[in-house]
């Protein structure tokens, strides 16, 4: 009688043809155009008819994102181009993780690729590499806290550096990637070379960006329609989208046009809309009290939906630094609910979940240590590799019905 394969070994072959779908999927099946996706490859095909010295001083591109992709965009089709890239983000933090945290743990490598392939981490947009940036520079903090290292290689300072010239969402991540560093250099001098590395980088960055700061004032981020938005910003459009939606006035996964946000701003006046985030979180607080319960409880849907227990991580490090003083639990636990809570607060027509990757990936970092250290029942370990094969079961399931019938992932959702 032929012996069956271990349980996490029947869940590493899964998540394998899980993750093979959803590259077939994301790659070759679904339809570019979508979303950010679709304005990155029109900004990127204008580049190549322009010259890359014309991207960069349009100021709708991210620097460090356009240096990865612009060669290949002479290769492949603008938008296919942006999903190779985004591939290679995934791969890398897979074999990265592991060989950094050389966990060697099966359970820890079935977790972590499935929710590498979860969710939409291989659409064309600068989300993964910000995330990349990001996770190296929290994985390298982990390990300093664990007291695996002495001090986080120069190359984490480099990527945090650099992930603030990628994407404006970063500033969302500021407060942590602060956090990160006190914990690493209290009670530490800062080397020499350490202020080299980050100075360089920093100096770098500016100098790549001057065509944009001469021509626009500012570095080349990913500023959607900066000529369409007819004096308004994206904090206002976002506010004007949930009010209508909230109203039945508009479908869900979409946003108002510049033109309506423009209009209603024209016949209710200047203060009928938030131009700010912040200002969105103080302009009605009942409704920031209805959408934050509303997004917070989305956000754990979905979230489990990609990265089972490891969304409900919060509760384990609080607990683990406030029983054991855990830092890393604490530091871990703590990153991940506060860009939750962020997240939560703001007023966003929709939540796009790959936007806490970062602490996500820390999450399911956390559940592994918890598991390697005892601290908690077995039963953690058993529950979450038992959700991971349901969902991974689940989300094979809709990626062939999705390939095999060719619909767009979100009329699914």
Same mark, same amino acid.
């Given at each position: 009688? !032929?012996?069956?394969?271990?349980?996490?070994?029947? %869940?590493?072959?899964?998540?394998?043809?899980? !993750?093979?779908? *959803?590259?077939?999927? &994301?790659?070759?099946?679904?339809?570019?155009?979508?979303?950010? #996706?679709?304005?990155?490859?029109?900004?990127?095909?204008?580049?190549?008819?322009?010259?890359?010295? &014309?991207?960069?001083?349009?100021?709708?591109?991210?620097? +460090?994102?356009?240096?990865?992709?612009?060669?290949? *965009?002479?290769?492949?089709?603008?938008?296919?181009?942006?999903?190779?890239?985004?591939?290679?983000?995934?791969?890398?933090?897979?074999?990265?993780?592991?060989?950094?945290?050389?966990?060697? *743990?099966?359970?820890?490598?079935?977790?972590?690729?499935?929710?590498?392939?979860? @969710?939409?981490?291989?659409?064309?947009?600068?989300?993964?590499?910000?995330?990349?940036?990001?996770?190296?520079?929290?994985? #390298?903090?982990?390990?300093?806290?664990?007291?695996?290292?002495?001090?986080?290689?120069?190359?984490?300072?480099?990527?945090?550096?650099?992930?603030?010239?990628?994407?404006?969402?970063? /500033?969302?991540?500021? +407060?942590?990637?602060?956090?990160? %560093?006190?914990?690493?250099?209290?009670?530490?001098?800062?080397?020499?070379?350490?202020?080299?590395?980050?100075?360089?980088?920093? %100096?770098? =960055?500016?100098?790549?960006?001057?065509?944009?700061?001469?021509?626009?004032?500012?570095?080349?981020?990913?500023?959607?329609?900066?000529?369409?938005?007819?004096?308004?910003? =994206?904090?206002?459009?976002?506010?004007?989208?949930?009010?209508?939606?909230?109203?039945?006035?508009?479908?869900?996964?979409?946003?108002? *046009? =510049?033109? $309506?946000?423009?209009?209603?701003?024209?016949?209710?006046? $200047?203060?009928?809309?938030?131009?700010?985030?912040?200002?969105?979180?103080?302009?009605?607080?009942?409704?920031?009290?209805?959408?934050?319960?509303?997004?917070?409880?989305?956000?754990?849907?979905?979230?489990?939906?990609?990265?089972?227990?490891?969304?409900?991580?919060?509760?384990?490090?609080? &607990? @683990?630094?406030?029983?054991?003083?855990?830092?890393?639990?604490?530091? %871990? @636990?703590?990153?991940?609910?506060?860009?939750?809570?962020?997240?939560?607060?703001? /007023?966003?027509?929709?939540?796009? /979940?790959?936007?806490?990757?970062?602490?996500?990936?820390?999450?399911?970092?956390?559940? #592994?240590?918890?598991?390697?250290?005892?601290?908690?029942?077995?039963?953690?370990?058993?529950?979450?590799?038992?959700?991971?094969?349901?969902? @991974?079961?689940?989300?094979? =399931?809709?990626?062939?019905?999705?390939?095999?019938?060719?619909?767009?992932?979100?009329?699914?959702?």
């Amino acid at each position: 009688m !032929a012996k069956l394969p271990a349980p996490n070994q029947a %869940l590493k072959y899964l998540v394998f043809f899980y !993750a093979a779908l *959803s590259i077939v999927y &994301w790659l070759f099946i679904l339809a570019p155009g979508i979303g950010d #996706e679709g304005l990155m490859s029109l900004y990127l095909s204008e580049g190549n008819k322009e010259g890359y010295y &014309w991207l960069i001083q349009k100021g709708n591109f991210s620097l +460090p994102y356009s240096l990865l992709v612009y060669p290949l *965009s002479f290769i492949f089709p603008s938008y296919f181009a942006l999903r190779i890239v985004s591939l290679a983000g995934v791969i890398f933090l897979y074999f990265y993780l592991n060989r950094r945290l050389n966990f060697k *743990s099966q359970n820890f490598k079935n977790h972590i690729l499935f929710y590498l392939f979860s @969710g939409s981490f291989l659409l064309g947009t600068n989300d993964n590499l910000l995330f990349c940036l990001l996770t190296v520079f929290f994985t #390298e903090v982990y390990l300093v806290l664990v007291k695996r290292q002495e001090r986080i290689p120069l190359y984490a300072l480099v990527c945090m550096i650099t992930s603030l010239f990628t994407r404006q969402m970063v /500033i969302i991540y500021s +407060p942590i990637i602060l956090a990160g %560093l006190i914990l690493v250099f209290h009670q530490k001098s800062i080397f020499r070379k350490e202020y080299l590395a980050t100075l360089s980088t920093i %100096l770098v =960055w500016f100098v790549l960006n001057i065509p944009s700061i001469q021509a626009n004032g500012f570095i080349s981020f990913d500023n959607k329609d900066t000529n369409q938005q007819m004096g308004m910003t =994206w904090a206002q459009r976002q506010y004007l989208s949930q009010i209508n939606f909230n109203a039945g006035k508009l479908p869900e996964f979409t946003h108002v *046009s =510049w033109e $309506e946000t423009f209009d209603y701003v024209q016949e209710n006046g $200047e203060a009928s809309l938030p131009k700010t985030n912040v200002e969105s979180i103080l302009f009605d607080p009942l409704l920031t009290l209805q959408e934050f319960i509303k997004d917070f409880a989305y956000m754990i849907y979905s979230g489990f939906r990609q990265c089972g227990l490891g969304v409900f991580f919060p509760i384990l490090g609080v &607990w @683990g630094f406030l029983k054991f003083g855990s830092r890393e639990l604490g530091y %871990l @636990g703590g990153a991940q609910l506060f860009t939750m809570l962020v997240i939560s607060l703001m /007023i966003i027509s929709y939540i796009e /979940i790959r936007w806490l990757a970062p602490v996500f990936i820390m999450g399911i970092i956390g559940i #592994e240590n918890v598991n390697r250290s005892g601290k908690a029942s077995n039963l953690l370990d058993v529950s979450n590799q038992l959700i991971l094969f349901v969902l @991974g079961l689940y989300g094979s =399931w809709r990626y062939i019905n999705l390939i095999l019938e060719k619909q767009p992932f979100l009329s699914l959702v």
